[in-house]
């Protein structure tokens, strides 16, 4: 990324007073995103700039709003992404979280980012027939997916009982342990469910996502500390320039994002905190 500071229009006379992260910008300290290793979600590319749908966008809504001293801190457990973020060791949650009521009490949201569902990962041909949770709990399904993630949650609130619950720290783990036969399914979000399957020369595939109640779609998006509520503002005002463009879509096109996982732009984060 650029190393050379471009501070955003609207900061000035009138501004609300200034977070943490604005202070940080304006002593030219780089904007710090945070972020796991999660194609096709949020990575890293050769040269150390961090690639990915969710990353993408999010870099591409801060220059946007006039931001481009922008730096990668990689981290390794989804669990400790938020505790991270609000021990002040990176500025940006850039991979996606999604919006969630218990999340929006200990962080705060940008507007979504995208729109998605969720899917299982099961074994090619789906023998057990795995759709929907009701089919894991009647079935005495080994389900896993990781800890903190929306699959989790979605499991949890399903009454999925706990010794059929293999909860693990990273896709991988996840990967592995369907790979070798410890549970019979996953559950993640329609991106890293695929991913998966991608990954698996044909041996997994997708669930019918039809089947799946409509409470299973969810909005991603950037996250902050809540006492950075003034640069959300900003970044918000860039995401609304950058998001949908012909730009954006050129550079998500080759991780599945189309113009389908773009919401409603009347779909706001303080919507969904309200009713996820």
């Known amino acids: 990324m650029a ?4 501070t955003a229009t609207g900061i000035g006379t009138g501004a609300a007073k200034a977070g943490p ?7 030219g300290e780089p904007i710090r995103l945070g972020y796991i290793s999660a194609p096709p979600w ?8 961090p690639n990915g749908f969710a990353n993408e966008i ?7 709003a006039g931001f481009d001293n922008i730096e990668s801190i990689i981290l390794t457990d989804w669990a400790g992404v938020i505790p991270a973020l609000n021990a002040g060791q990176y500025d940006i949650a850039s991979c996606g979280l999604y919006i969630l009521g218990e999340r929006c009490q200990n962080m705060a949201f940008a507007n979504p980012l995208g729109v998605m569902g969720m899917a299982f990962v099961v074994p090619a041909g789906n023998p057990q027939g795995i759709n929907t949770v009701e089919d894991v709990i009647e079935k005495g399904i080994k389900l896993s997916t990781t ?6 949650k979605y499991a949890k609130e399903g009454n999925v009982p706990e010794g059929q619950m293999t909860i693990l720290t990273s896709d991988a783990e996840v990967f592995a342990a369907m790979n070798s036969g410890r549970v019979d399914a996953a559950l993640y ?15 997994f595939e997708l669930s019918d996502m039809s089947k799946m109640p409509i409470d299973t779609k969810n909005w991603p998006a950037a996250g902050f500390r809540p006492d950075d509520a003034d640069f959300v503002e900003l970044y918000n005002e ?11 879509l050129a550079v998500v096109e080759d991780d599945g994002f189309t113009e389908m996982n773009i ?12 009713n996820r």
Not at 42 to 49: I, L, S
């Open 3 to 6: 190393a050379a500071l471009v």
């Open 21 to 27: 992260l604005m202070d940080r910008i304006e002593a």
């Open 42 to 49: 949020c990575g890293q590319g050769p040269d150390g700039t």
């Open 58 to 64: 999010v870099v591409g809504s801060l220059k946007a």
């Open 147 to 152: 800890a903190g993630s929306a699959g989790q």
């Open 189 to 203: 979000n329609y991106f890293t469910s695929k991913e998966l399957v991608d990954r698996s020369n044909g041996k």
């Open 238 to 248: 860039g995401q609304k320039k950058y998001l949908g463009s012909e730009e954006m």
């Open 263 to 274: 919401p409603d732009p009347s779909v706001t984060a303080d919507w969904v905190c309200e």
